[in-house]
């Protein structure tokens, strides 16, 4: 035993003695980090930003409670009620937005349903939702565009449809 214990120490300070010639070394080096972003397409010298009226400062809510009937919902079906009131809510509220956002909405709130279940026994769930909006915006207007920086950033976004650039 009292040789195991003579092993560990020394394995223990060679591992500090390694961690400190790491460190040094680690200074010595210095860490360069090397990144490259791509400049905006906008030309910010002629592009102008102004607010426009969008419309009426407003905030919406909607209050649900769901009521889990034991005899008749499963955990899933139950699960599925909520978020397809989520799904249907932020799709109801946000017309323009990506039906990737209203889904990822949606299989949160099942998750979340299914989690809740799995360790408690719920009798119900209060949903809340809430949508705002506001009444300006700031916009780039007029907008313009450096077609050879718009080229640059769609060649190294989509490296597989490349752009060519006359000269």
């Known amino acids: 035993k009292k040789e195991m214990a003579r092993a560990a120490m020394a394995y223990a300070k060679e591992t500090i003695a390694a961690e400190r010639k790491v460190r040094q070394l680690k200074k010595q080096a210095g860490q360069t980090q090397i990144t490259m972003n791509i400049e905006s397409p906008i030309c910010y010298l002629q592009s102008q930003t102004k ?34 009131h989520v799904q249907e809510r932020s799709s109801r509220w946000h017309p323009g937005m990506s039906f990737d956002i209203s889904q990822e909405s949606a299989s949160s709130a099942n998750s979340t349903m299914m989690t809740q279940q799995k360790f408690n026994e719920l009798e119900g769930t209060i949903v809340i939702s809430a949508s705002t909006t506001h009444k300006s915006a700031n916009v780039l207007c007029p907008f313009v565009l450096d077609a050879r920086k718009a080229i640059t950033a769609w060649n190294y976004t989509y490296p597989d449809e490349r752009l060519e650039a006359d000269p």
């Open 51 to 84: 607010p426009i009226d969008i419309s009426f400062d407003t905030i919406e809510f909607d209050v649900q409670y769901f009521y889990k009937n034991e005899a008749e919902d499963s955990n899933e079906s139950f699960a599925h009620q909520v978020s397809s």
